[in-house]
């Protein structure tokens, strides 16, 4: 029988800076994880799904970035949710299934008889307790969040066979040469603690076999890329779940929602637009308002934070944040965009599918702009922090990196 006092925690894997180049030049000075997509940052989105869960004790966010850097954030979350959430610093990358066995100590602290497993550049609207309840009901170790995409696209991630009547797992495989099925892993998961054990099995097996090559000169020549892995090192996907598909111990729950995978600074905004649209339903006091009387006039899915300063004559939306101390002058036409902290934007500026970021300034009558293509590398115009866009210059399908002063105009370029 289901115990009332059982507990729950979940896990955000937030990854480190040797990943997360693709977001470049976002992340150069603010770590991936903390770049705010509809106004929070993005592990935000996760971490408030998390709040749902029934009996939730705790979240954990573990990653290589350095302390200091989610220091702030995480103790303001803390308050915030009223919950403890922690950084955990790994001492070096130990694989998806190697970090959670890292610190499984700290993990089963609160004896908790499920933990969720999440990945924090995964942008859905995290079912999280429809999928515990799922989880139960199936019986076994683990669960997926799983979602059905185009036969095209299914080979970029990690697919697999699922029972339609007992939606058991029977096969995984990651990012297949040939098409398999249109159903993907989600990135996000539940298990019970006995995840903990398949972990410690994988790394003992690895060991085991090295000490093996260690006697077998044969052995040692036929395996180099085994011997590439630490024992210590654990891959989710292909150590975990492929070996263990179609063994009644892992199960699917397929969400029929929305699921972007959040790698490149177009799909940020992109990922933005589907956080904004959700707010209508989960938060909509964080979404403004405005018919152009008193203040701005405001179509579609906008958020703007309390401390921006939006002249009354400009119009914006959808699909629009913007974030603090930032000063939009009058005139000023909005589009699709993320406008950062302390930027400022003067007279009849235009800004269409781009990212403006921090410390950024846009002269009068300026454009800045793109066709918003969220795949093309230069699907939506980046400005870097700190950089000024002169009067009348129009700038098109470019990324412009930090610190720069465009005076004249520019199309499909990379401003380094």
């Known amino acids: 029988m289901e115990s009332s006092d059982e507990r729950v925690v979940a896990v955000i894997m937030v990854g480190g800076p040797t990943k997360g180049t693709r977001f470049r030049p976002l992340s150069f000075n603010t770590p991936k994880p903390l770049f705010p997509l509809a106004g929070q940052p993005m592990v935000h989105h996760p971490i408030s799904a998390c709040k749902r869960i029934p009996n939730l004790a705790q979240i954990f966010l573990i990653g290589f970035y350095e302390e200091r850097e989610f220091a702030l954030y995480v103790s303001s979350i803390s308050n915030e949710l009223k919950l403890p959430v922690r950084y955990l610093k790994?001492?070096?990358?130990?694989?998806?299934a190697g970090g959670l066995y890292y610190f499984r100590d700290m993990i089963m602290e609160d004896s908790p008889s499920h933990v969720f497993l999440l990945n924090c550049d995964v942008c859905c609207s995290f079912p999280l307790p429809d999928m515990l309840e799922a989880h139960k009901r199936y019986g076994g170790m683990g669960t997926m969040l799983v979602?059905?995409?185009s036969a095209e696209s299914a080979h970029q991630f990690g697919e697999l066979v699922a029972d339609p009547t007992t939606m058991e797992l029977l096969h995984y495989t990651e990012k297949p040469e040939t098409f398999v099925s249109d159903l993907i892993n989600c990135g996000v998961y539940?298990?019970?603690p006995e995840i903990f054990t398949a972990i410690?099995?994988?790394s003992m097996h690895r060991e085991d076999r090295a000490n093996l090559r260690r006697v077998s000169s044969f052995e040692a020549l036929q395996s180099a890329?085994?011997?590439a892995l630490p024992t210590d090192f654990v891959r989710l996907d292909q150590d975990i779940l492929s070996p263990l598909a179609g063994k009644k111990q892992l199960y699917t729950y397929e969400?029929?929602?929305?699921?972007?995978?959040i790698k490149t600074p177009g799909m940020s905004l992109k990922c933005s637009a589907l956080y904004l649209a959700q707010f209508r339903h989960t938060s909509p006091h964080l979404l403004a308002g405005g018919d152009g009387t008193k203040t701005a006039t405001i179509s579609g899915d906008v958020y703007v934070h309390p401390s921006a300063k939006v002249h009354p004559t400009a119009k914006i939306g959808p699909n629009v944040s913007i974030s603090a101390n930032v000063r939009i002058g009058a005139g000023v036409r909005l589009i699709s965009c993320i406008i950062l902290d302390d930027v400022e934007i003067k007279e009849n500026a235009v800004v269409i599918h781009s990212i403006v970021g921090w410390k950024s300034s846009i002269g009068k009558w300026s454009r800045v702009q793109?066709?918003?293509d969220h795949n093309a590398k230069l699907g939506i115009t980046i400005l870097g922090e700190a950089?000024?866009?002169?009067?009348?210059v129009v700038v098109i399908n470019s990324i412009v990196l930090p610190n720069k002063t465009l005076n004249v105009s520019v199309q499909e370029e990379i401003i380094l």
């Open 90 to 96: 790994e001492d070096k990358p130990h694989g998806s």
């Open 147 to 149: 979602i059905k995409v």
């Open 190 to 192: 539940v298990f019970t």
């Open 200 to 202: 410690q099995d994988v």
């Open 225 to 227: 890329t085994s011997r």
């Open 255 to 261: 969400t029929m929602d929305f699921w972007e995978q």
């Open 370 to 372: 793109a066709e918003g």
């Open 387 to 392: 950089v000024t866009v002169e009067d009348e």
